[in-house]
């Protein structure tokens, strides 16, 4: 290898065609999170032509179990957001909404959801009220509880981060008298390959013979990928037998292809990815890198294949140093690397966005 102290600096970006796995977003970094927003008139037409329908006007995948049958499902649905239009089919086929299915779908399990559960809608977001636990205190006459709540995510918006911690939080008891909230710590949690996370959040103290909320809102903060970038490295042969660094720049990225290592059964890449200027921290310990993929695409049959493993290097809140490896697994064989184009998937920017809920009239135990 041969490397060299001025980059050869491309400029190819392309949009990835055809691999259901990487989601498409405008060409500029969004004020708001997208959100996909769907329109279904059926009139007593099966569930499966129904998620059918749902599924091709939304991107995202849905499918029913098999114990939940044929229900016919009748709909005038006018652009509602996704999350929406899927409670009101679930709910006509006596369904709930199973967001952690082991194929990364949604499936809709047996078993119809209380229709009194609430339920806030925003953007690509759905959060939901789970559950109020309460602990009596018979010393005090009083009431520790706390709310389980449920968010959830459109699948292409990719999330990072959650803070565990609600944010402006207004609570109202009964009489629709403001109460102080409840303390709380916050840590960051990844949400990485997730599609949804149960929170708990802490209610104040209130006398035992309350018996409900009149109003209960806040806000959790959300870190995400503004939008992903799909960058084109080249042909692995080619790109082997030229000099490096090789640097392709977008949007205020740099992708920077440092080595390419090709062994007999595994292939190894090895890149610095820098975010532009902004955005938020990252501690040591948080990685901003982990929805990034990297795959070859093979110019003859079209075969894609995944990265089998990674390796982060170090990383900033701006940089990430990351190898990746390429390995033959069982009858596959990658064969001539000259057959093969990479290309990278990684974010343009890292941004937090606050995920809004409101609830109200919710009955306490």
Not at 219 to 231: G, I, N
Not at 243 to 253: A, I, K, Q, S
Not at 308 to 314: F, M, P, V, W
Request: charged fraction near 20%.
């Amino acid at each position: 290898m041969v490397f060299c102290s001025l980059p050869r600096v491309l400029g190819v970006v392309v949009p990835l065609l055809g691999l259901g796995f990487l989601p498409a977003f405008a060409a500029d970094p969004p004020s708001a999170p997208p959100v996909h927003i769907v329109s279904l008139k059926t009139s007593s037409m099966p569930l499966d032509e129904v998620l059918g329908k749902l599924s091709m006007e939304s991107s995202i995948p849905v499918r029913a179990a098999a114990e939940v049958g044929m229900p016919a499902i009748s709909l005038n649905l006018e652009k509602v957001p996704f999350w929406k239009a899927l409670d009101t089919i679930a709910t006509q086929a006596d369904a709930r909404p199973y967001l952690y299915s082991r194929d990364g779908k949604i499936v809709l399990q047996k078993g119809k959801r209380d229709s009194g559960q609430p339920i806030s809608y925003s953007g690509p977001f759905r959060v939901a009220l789970q559950r109020i636990s309460a602990v009596h205190n018979f010393e005090t006459g009083t009431r520790d509880m706390t709310a389980l709540v449920q968010v959830a995510w459109e699948p292409s918006l990719l999330p990072l981060y959650i803070q565990t911690r609600a944010t402006q939080v207004e609570i109202h008891d009964g009489k629709d008298r403001p109460v102080e909230p409840a303390q709380q710590g916050s840590v960051l949690v990844s949400t990485t390959g997730r599609m949804a996370i149960s929170l708990d959040l802490p209610l104040p103290s209130l006398p035992r013979s309350e018996a409900k909320l009149a109003l209960l809102k806040g806000q959790f903060l959300v870190r995400a990928p503004s939008k992903m970038l799909t960058f084109t490295l080249g042909n692995v042969e080619k790109l082997s037998q030229g000099t490096f660094p090789v640097v392709l720049r977008e949007e205020g990225t740099n992708c920077q292809v440092n080595s390419i290592m090709l062994r007999n059964k595994r292939w190894t890449i090895d890149v610095t990815y820098t975010l532009p200027p902004g955005g938020p921290t990252f501690e040591s310990y948080e990685s901003w890198i982990g929805n990034s993929q990297m795959y070859l695409l093979n110019q003859k049959t079209r075969r894609t294949v995944m990265a089998t493993a990674s390796e982060l290097e170090d990383s900033s809140s701006r940089r990430a140093h990351i190898r990746y490896h390429f390995e033959d697994t069982g009858n596959e064989r990658r064969g001539n690397p000259g057959d093969w184009t990479v290309f990278y998937h990684a974010p343009a920017a890292i941004t937090e966005w606050p995920v809004p809920f409101r609830f109200t009239e919710i009955p306490l135990p």
